[in-house]
């Protein structure tokens, strides 16, 4: 069982985001963190958390988790600690402007083993044009203070695939990133989403293949495994695989989605409904084939790879002559994609059978 939390405020509004995120909300913060406990009691109850079926990871994100003060966090460790398996991984995204040492030492002390920083690039031109609150200089500072203060587990993202990157430029984007005390690096590729700043620029979006495979050889060049399309490290997350792996998840917060068994949980995305309704949750019932598409879908993208099991026959046949053209691999029972760039086309591939 994953439990995911979501915080919905942010500094300023990034360019190309398209997260449930609100710039002008700030003086809902206590009131909004107290409806989460509300809906956290009520999800125990819902997913049967309990001694015997704990919490094996959490993951706090947005949003923008460091703009809201540790003290505010403090119910909600209360009530999760008991229930958490020993060792659980407990991250939270921050970003570089906000995470301050004492933001980063209040979640420390909350028992947070994890930060997942929203650096993009360590050049501030680009970072400017991505419209990020931080710089260079932030987003340095705030991950050496997180190592001084005793995280292990640190995690940056980078955004490429933006009209003006170049190999160069890249390459310092990695070569800081590496200089970091970092296990972890998710990398993703710019994509203009609908009602952002950068819906009437989409020619600022340019993935080239051939840079997107030479990123990737970079980062495995340096001794981070790639174990999803966007994912790399030393470490793998565990909370990403629980997903990739279908695991059931508390989605808590506005905006954020829940999962048990076969049905999807939606809790409101708007702040001030859910503050005053936070157990006012949309059902979404999936059947067999919606849920082995995800399966399809998340197994091929990543190294959790698909169970031959749940294939019918055609769907095997099919699967089956992807490994002899060399494309998919097929090792004790389930079937390895070792390209994640082709995952979406083998899995229609597979799928369609
Ligand atoms: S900080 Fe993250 S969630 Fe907030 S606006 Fe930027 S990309 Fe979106």
Known sequence: ??????IPFCDSKCSYCAFNSYVDKFAQREKYMHALSLQLTYEFKRFDVSETNLIETVFIGGGTPST???HLYSNIFQTIRPFLKPNAEITSEANPNSATYEWLEGMYALGVNRISFGVQSFNDTKL??????????????????????????????????VKGDTKELLTNDLE???????DHLSLYALTIEEHT????TPELAREEIEMTEWLFEQIESRGFEQYEISNFGTTKSAHNLGYWKGKDYIGLGAGAVGFLKNTRFYPSTDIEHYISNPLEIT?????????LGEKLFLGFRSCVGVEAALLSPKQKSEADLLVNET?????????????FL???EIALRVEGY
């Open 68 to 70: 809201v003060d540790p």
């Open 327 to 339: 494309i998919l691999e097929y090792q004790h029972g389930r079937y390895f994609n070792p390209n």
């Open 197 to 200: 700043a950068f819906e009437k």
């Open 128 to 161: 400017k044009i991505l419209g990020r609150a931080h710089n260079t200089t932030h987003a340095l500072e705030a991950i050496k203070n997180a190592h001084e203060i005793g995280f292990q587990r640190l995690s940056l993202d980078l955004i490429y695939g």
């Open 283 to 291: 059902e979404e019932l999936l059947d067999e084939n919606a849920l």
């Open 1 to 6: 069982m994953l439990l995911y939390i979501h």
């Open 176 to 182: 800081q990133a590496f200089s970091l005390p970092i």
């Open 342 to 344: 082709l995952a979406d």
